[in-house]
């Protein structure tokens, strides 16, 4: 009797464990602030805060959406970080007006998405072209990743956000006028594709040459003019295009062998004739490329050893060739990526 006893209380215990567990994992989430609460409506996952709703997370695989203004009676005042992330059919998306803040990852590879739109009477924001700005078209906050081809930044952008243009795997060409005075952080990383057209003398060509992105020259940068139209076109008076060297061909992915606290990289040499040398360029896996870790090799050179790595990691790894001539540099596309076994101690 007594064992029978002891086991029906320990069962009682563990039963109503569960049903507290049960019951703490099906009330919504609260915090301190009874105000704070995350909740669902249809596809979409938001949090509740301030009487506001912030959506964290869309579910559905709609190709064209429509955000709505409101959410279980709150109104929509912001789209949270990877809220759309990774979304592989969305191909459009509205932003509602009430809509104050847009995390800059909340669209991150929405590789089908082409346009963006924002309802009229947002006061923060404002879209061109499928393209999203801030209110007055100053600052240029997205490219969806799905656009192809080659754009133009409107001439009234003076600055470029932080992940702007990131992961737009299809965009061959973008034109950055005088207007633009500064480039957010990893604006243009994951475009393997990407060419710059710009005034010598830029901070746009200055960019290009730091980060590495190929860059053909328009011509003389004029004077800068933040307040142009958006069809603004280069000045009669700027000089003629300056002749840039023909950029060399593509390199095939070289080779990577990881050893003590060091990778070594090695390619074939470029077809290109009269290439002035090359960069190679590593990260850690899953880590954005970065112009600090870019080494410049001879022409001569067919391999590098990059040392004082991190052991227990992997390295990704790239390289292209550059050509030099009248004091211009063109640059070739980076070869397809390699990753290096795990960095030994």
């Known amino acids: 009797m007594l064992i029978k006893e002891k086991r ?7 039963v109503a464990a569960i049903m507290l567990l049960t019951v703490a994992f099906t009330l919504p989430l609260v915090t301190d ?3 704070v609460y995350a909740a669902t409506f249809g596809e979409y996952e938001y949090t509740v805060l301030n009487n506001s709703a912030i959506i964290t997370k869309y579910k559905g695989r709609d190709s064209n959406i429509i955000i709505p203004g409101t959410i ?17 059919s969305l191909v459009s998306v509205t932003i509602p007006s009430s809509v104050r ?16 739109s924002v309802a009229s009477g947002n006061m923060n924001y404002s879209s061109e072209n499928g393209v999203l700005f ?7 906050i997205t490219f969806p990743a799905g656009k192809n081809g080659t754009y133009e930044v409107p001439g009234s952008v003076i600055s470029i956000g932080d992940y702007a243009f990131e992961s737009c795997r299809y965009l061959t060409s973008v034109t950055i006028r005088n207007n633009v005075r500064s480039i957010g952080y990893s604006a243009f990383s994951d475009c393997p594709n ?28 004029p004077s800068p003019s933040p307040a142009a139209p958006s069809n603004a076109k280069p000045s009669n008076t700027a000089a003629k295009p300056t002749t840039q060297p023909a950029a060399p061909k593509k390199l095939a992915a070289p080779k990577a062998t990881a050893g003590k606290r ?3 990289i090695t390619w074939k040499k470029s077809t290109t004739k009269g290439i002035s040398g090359y960069e190679v360029q590593y990260r850690i896996v899953g880590q954005k490329w970065a112009a600090k870790a870019t080494k410049k090799i001879g022409a001569k050179a067919t391999s590098i050893t990059i040392k004082k790595l991190t052991p227990g990691k992997r390295y990704d790894l790239r390289v292209r060739a550059l050509k030099k001539s009248g004091g211009k540099t063109s640059y070739g596309a980076w070869s397809n990526t390699t990753r290096s076994g795990t960095v030994k101690r």
């Open 8 to 14: 029906s209380k320990w069962l009682c215990c563990v």
């Open 33 to 35: 602030d009874e105000n």
């Open 72 to 88: 279980g009676g709150y109104p929509v005042t912001a789209i949270g970080q990877r809220a759309f992330n990774s979304n592989a």
């Open 101 to 116: 803040s847009i995390d800059f990852w909340a669209f991150e590879r929405c590789y089908s998405l082409t346009s963006i």
């Open 134 to 140: 801030n209110r007055s078209k100053t600052q240029l």
């Open 194 to 221: 990407l060419r710059f057209r710009a005034y010598e003398g830029s901070f746009a060509e200055r960019y290009a040459r730091e980060y590495g992105i190929p860059c053909d020259l328009i011509g003389n940068s």
């Open 262 to 264: 060091q990778v070594k």
